[in-house]
């Protein structure tokens, strides 16, 4: 499966941004999908996650209650709203998908396939 991201940007804090992670492929609703960044000088982190059927989310504690995470298995897409960005916010966002199932979804390493990255700044 390919991955493409889009909908990064530069935003004040406080502000909202809307990631769009397109699939290619007609086997997408079979990889659960992630969000990952990286901010320059660190490691790439776990941001968000969601089920093959997209029942299930899961987000790490920097983010939760600020992001949400969605998809639409019929359009090959998926979302990372973003909400009352801060300036620690600030990274290269990457999609990706894993064909293991919906388990361990916040490890790097079940992740088979991944965007180009999207970068995000948030100015203070």
């Known amino acids: 499966v390919q991955l493409q991201a889009s909908g990064g940007g530069l935003v004040q804090a406080g502000g909202s941004l809307r990631l769009s992670c397109a699939a290619s492929?007609?086997?997408?609703?079979?990889?659960?999908m992630g969000w990952f960044r990286q901010a320059p000088g660190k490691e790439r982190e776990f941001a968000a996650a969601?089920?093959?059927?997209?029942?299930?989310?899961d987000y790490a504690d920097s983010v939760k209650g600020r992001f949400t995470i969605s998809r639409d298995n019929a359009k090959n897409m998926v979302i990372l709203q973003m909400n009352s960005l801060k300036p620690e916010d600030t990274a290269v966002y990457y999609c990706?998908?894993?064909?293991?199932?919906?388990?361990?979804?916040?490890?790097?390493?079940?992740?088979?396939?991944w965007g180009q990255g999207t970068q995000v700044t948030v100015s203070s």
């Open positions: 969601i089920s093959r059927s997209g029942g299930s989310t």
């Open positions: 492929g007609r086997t997408f609703s079979r990889y659960a």
């Open positions: 990706a998908a894993s064909p293991a199932g919906d388990h361990y979804t916040t490890r790097a390493v079940v992740y088979d396939y």
